[in-house]
């Protein structure tokens, strides 16, 4: 089982839809996760951390189920400018590196 | 301020030649990661180093790579022979452990290498 699995996707939205991801780990003593966005041929970028009671930036939600192992981002009222490829990461159980899924595409059209 | 530095953004080589990528992390920052990412296999850890010295080298596919951090501001990962399915985009990114988190850890913009 690899160590982070995200839905396969491609997610493809129109303007103003709200549209979930889903992630799972496999390592029960995993600390810390986060969200990247990774645009075409760019580098990922940090989107938001995702914290255990569960946190909001904007028009973006992060939750995390730690007894089902499981991570979700939910974008609201999405935008063009949305269009990317969000991938689930976790940091590993030594603390010292991030460990990425393969990530989910979201296309968001007019 | 410069943020993770890669070089070459682009490499084209034919199979069995050596391949060097090159990074500067963040002034400042202790620890480097090297990453690989093709589209079957998503976005993989190779190896990092901390102060300097590799701590986890498990990712490095075979004896065909090698990375190095000589010094704090300077890193290499070789790949000698080079084979067609090691084309993949290899990310450098940098971090300062002194609480390593999601909102510390930058990717330089990639080297794209593509071997025939």
């Known amino acids: 089982r690899k160590e982070v699995e995200q839905d396969p996707g491609p997610f493809n939205v129109p303007e103003g839809a709200t549209v979930a991801f889903n992630c799972t780990y496999s390592?029960?003593?995993?600390?810390?996760f986060f969200w990247y966005r990774q645009d075409c041929r760019k580098e990922p970028k940090l989107l938001m951390s995702?914290?255990?009671s569960g946190n909001e930036d904007g028009r973006f939600t992060a939750q995390l189920n730690r007894a089902s192992q499981y991570i979700s981002l939910l974008i609201r009222d999405s935008k063009l400018s949305d269009s990317a490829t969000y991938l689930c990461?976790?940091?590993?159980?030594?603390?010292?590196?991030?460990?990425f899924g393969k990530g989910t595409t979201l296309s968001v059209s007019s | 301020d410069a943020g993770v530095i890669q070089s070459p953004r682009h490499e084209v080589t034919e199979m069995g030649q050596e391949v060097t990528l090159r990074c500067k992390p963040i002034?400042?920052?202790?620890?480097l990661f090297w990453y690989r990412q093709t589209m079957m296999r998503g976005l993989e850890l190779l190896i990092y180093?901390?102060?300097?010295?590799?701590?986890?080298d498990s990712g490095m596919p075979e004896d065909r790579f090698s990375a190095k951090m000589p010094n704090a501001s300077f890193s290499t990962l070789k790949i000698q022979p080079s084979e067609p399915r090691d084309s993949a985009v290899y990310f450098c990114?940098?971090?300062?452990?002194?609480?390593?988190?999601?909102?510390?850890?930058?990717f330089g913009e990639g080297s794209w290498l593509t071997v025939v």
């Open positions: 990461v976790v940091l590993n159980q030594a603390g010292t590196a991030l460990i």
């Open positions: 002034s400042g920052h202790n620890s």
């Open positions: 390592n029960s003593a995993s600390q810390s």
């Open positions: 990114a940098s971090s300062w452990t002194g609480g390593l988190s999601g909102n510390t850890i930058y």
């Open positions: 995702v914290y255990s």
């Open positions: 180093f901390n102060n300097n010295v590799p701590i986890d």
